[in-house]
């Protein structure tokens, strides 16, 4: 994806053309898919502003902004400008694609292919990999969903049935996986819960890095309620409580952070 059609998703703005603001308000996918990016906009540019050794109020002096306006830009509460962008570039020295486009570091699994010379022997030698929002949805739900790829990783689980590989994106669970690490889950879960890392869907959950009603975090019991917890450097995540766990689904476990 070239930086300006990432930069028409995350200004909701996806053609050449000019739209109004009520136009867009009108389009409900659009506007989730515009949240989604902006969040992960967000991450970006904190990581950066961070790998330059820069505090809030600093970089702020240095793009000329207000420090509780890049707050706002760092949560992915307000919308970026081009300009902006191009300021923040230039304070934090580094290019504007950077900002936009994160570097891809090398998976930590083979991808295997059956027309490499050789069948792929699933569970065998490899795993499925989902993305986190296709398994939340289809295990869920006990529906097959069909694998991104079947891969070798390089930890330390062996291929069993159950297992699958799935990218996890945020900061609410940084302390234990840091965002956008590859990670092994078992569904269904094998063991008790309890201090446990899960994937977890549910109807009342809206996760503020990625906005859909699934999440990643410690499985808790507090009397009658389940809690899912974060563990987070930062303070924005809140701890989710549902009493009974009622409608509460634990999709799988977290098996392995892979490195």
Request: aromatic share 6%; proline share 6%.
């Amino acid at each position: 994806m070239s930086c300006v059609e990432y930069l028409g998703r995350v200004t909701g703005n996806p053609s050449i053309h000019a739209h109004g603001a009520s136009e867009l308000k009108g389009r409900p996918v659009l506007m989730r898919e515009v949240a989604r990016e902006l969040r992960t906009l967000a991450l970006r540019l904190r990581a950066v502003r961070e790998r330059a050794g820069l505090t809030q109020e600093q970089a702020a002096e240095r793009i000329g902004l207000h420090a509780k306006h890049l707050q706002r830009l760092e949560r992915g509460s307000a919308n970026v400008t081009f300009a902006t962008l191009v300021a923040c570039a230039h304070a934090y020295g580094t290019a504007v694609a950077s900002l936009i486009l994160p570097e891809e570091a090398e998976e930590p699994f083979t991808r295997l292919l059956a027309s490499a010379g050789r069948e792929v022997r699933p569970f065998i030698d490899a795993i499925p990999l989902y993305s986190l929002e296709a398994a939340a949805g289809a295990f869920g739900r006990f529906e097959e969903v069909r694998p991104e790829s079947w891969v070798r990783t390089r930890g330390r689980t062996q291929p069993s049935p159950g297992l699958f590989v799935a990218r996890v994106v945020g900061e609410s669970m940084n302390r234990r996986i840091p965002s956008g690490s590859y990670c092994v889950f078992r569904a269904p879960p094998a063991g008790p819960l309890a201090g446990s890392i899960v994937l977890a869907q549910h109807r009342r959950i809206e996760d503020p890095d990625h906005g859909g009603q699934y999440t990643v975090k410690v499985y808790a019991r507090d009397g009658r309620s389940v809690r899912l917890e974060p563990r987070s450097t930062s303070r924005r995540y809140r701890a989710i409580s549902l009493r009974n766990g009622e409608g509460l689904s634990i999709v799988a476990e977290l098996v392995e952070v892979l490195h």
